[in-house]
Every structure is written in structure tokens, then in C-alpha cells.
């Protein structure tokens, strides 16, 4: 099975700040990787596929990088909608382990 | 519109048995792979099954022999049917379709339903 590491688990920034979370594959998983946004109460939602491809919908200050086992979520410049919880899930073959969760707070 | 309702969750009692039900609209599950995935209290997603278009079904370790993911295409549903429940086992519970693409194949779960609680204490 694949483990997926995510760092940080929290962090405080402040509306505007350029925030970047990093997730961490075992081994290669070849940019099988996803993002969500989930708030408390609401059903998780897909930001962007394929370590790099952003959902229709998404606003384009969330951006997705990386490649091999090395995968970064960057968002350029937060707004007050997007304190939140944040997931990474690898999707190269099942199970398609979650990371941890990054907890995005207001400073 | 592409909507998943998710529903059979409550309360039952180590070692007892719950079957959730996800229901599609909008597209066939038959056509898609469909999973489901938790959030256990203090903790965060857990992906927990899928099933694959063709039938080929998948699960995490931590419910394997114990969980059975399928579907009714006349009803357009998918289930889980969840056996020895234990109290690790509580938490809200999702059912998500898997994207697929053309030229790019399956990726992340682009609709989620509302989720439903499933509580195991005596």
C-alpha cells in the first residue's frame, strides 16, 4: 500500500498570504494525485486532479505542482473562504490513501 | 444535474450490521467508479472502498472481510454493506463518484453525497 504524507498538519496565515502544503508519496505514483477542500458539515470537494490539472470551477489561485512521490497544493493569495481543511489522495492503485489533512487557519 | 444522496446511517452495536445506500442521479453508476469514504471523529478522510465500472471491487485493509460495496443499476445505487461493526468504525460516511476523462482516465471524486453518520456503541 501507498502512504501518503502531508505537512504540515496546521498552520496560521492571514488573509492575502501565499500558503503552500506539501504531500508525500511512499513511492512514484506517477501524478495519480488529487486535492480537496473540506469544511466542517460539507462534503469534500475536488480542486485539482493529475498533481497539476485544476478543476472546472476553482478559483486560480489554487495551483498544483510536483512530480514522483514529491506533490505541493500552493494557494497564491488566501481568501477568507478558504480557511479550511485540505487533503491530498493518490489515486495510482487501490486502497487511494489520504494524506493527513492540513488545518488552514486565521492568524 | 449530477447529484448523490446518501442515507441508512444511525446507530447500532458492536458487531451489529448496517447497509448504506447511495443513490445517483444525473449519470449511471454503472458507467463509473464509485467509491465510499469516512471521516472518523478527531480524524480525517479515510478512503474505505470502490468499485470499478466493470464490476472489480476494491477496500482498505481496516474493513476488509467486513465491508461489501455494490450496486443496483435498475435503481441506479450504489451500497455498503458494513458487518461487525466496531466502535473505530463510527463517523460520517460519503459516497463519491471517481472522475474519468477523456485521453486522461479515472482521477480524483468530483461529486460527493451529504453524507450519513454511523455511530457503533452499546
Known amino acids: 500500500d501507498i502512504d501518503m504524507t502531508q505537512s504540515p498538519s496546521s498552520l496560521s496565515a492571514s488573509v492575502g498570504d501565499r500558503v503552500s502544503i506539501t504531500c508525500r508519496a511512499s513511492?512514484?505514483?506517477?501524478?495519480?494525485l488529487a486535492w480537496y477542500q473540506h469544511k466542517p458539515g460539507k462534503a469534500p470537494k475536488l480542486l485539482v486532479y493529475d498533481a497539476s490539472r485544476l478543476e472546472t470551477g476553482v478559483p486560480s489561485r489554487f495551483s498544483g505542482s510536483g512530480s514522483g512521490t514529491d506533490y505541493t497544493l500552493t494557494i497564491s493569495s488566501l481568501q477568507p473562504e478558504d480557511f479550511a481543511t485540505y487533503y491530498c489522495q493518490h489515486y495510482f492503485s487501490p486502497p487511494y490513501t489520504f494524506g493527513q489533512g492540513t488545518k488552514v487557519e486565521i492568524k | 444535474e449530477v447529484q448523490l444522496v446518501d442515507s441508512g446511517g444511525g446507530l447500532v452495536q458492536p458487531g451489529g450490521s448496517l447497509r448504506l445506500s447511495c443513490a445517483a442521479s444525473g449519470f449511471s453508476v454503472s458507467n463509473n467508479y464509485m467509491g465510499w469514504v469516512r471521516q472518523t471523529p478527531g480524524k480525517g478522510l479515510e478512503w474505505v472502498s470502490v468499485m470499478y465500472s466493470g464490476g472489480d471491487t476494491y477496500y482498505a485493509e481496516s474493513v476488509k472481510g467486513r465491508f461489501t460495496i455494490s450496486r443496483d443499476n435498475s435503481k441506479n445505487t450504489v451500497y455498503l454493506e458494513m458487518n461487525s461493526l466496531r466502535p473505530e468504525d463510527t463517523g460520517v460516511y460519503y459516497c463519491?463518484?471517481?472522475?474519468?476523462?477523456?485521453?486522461?482516465?479515472?482521477?480524483?471524486?468530483?461529486?460527493w453525497g451529504q453524507g450519513t453518520l454511523v455511530t457503533v456503541s452499546s
Open positions: 513511492q512514484g505514483i506517477s501524478d495519480s
Open positions: 463519491a463518484r471517481q472522475q474519468w476523462l477523456v485521453m486522461l482516465g479515472p482521477n480524483g471524486f468530483d461529486y
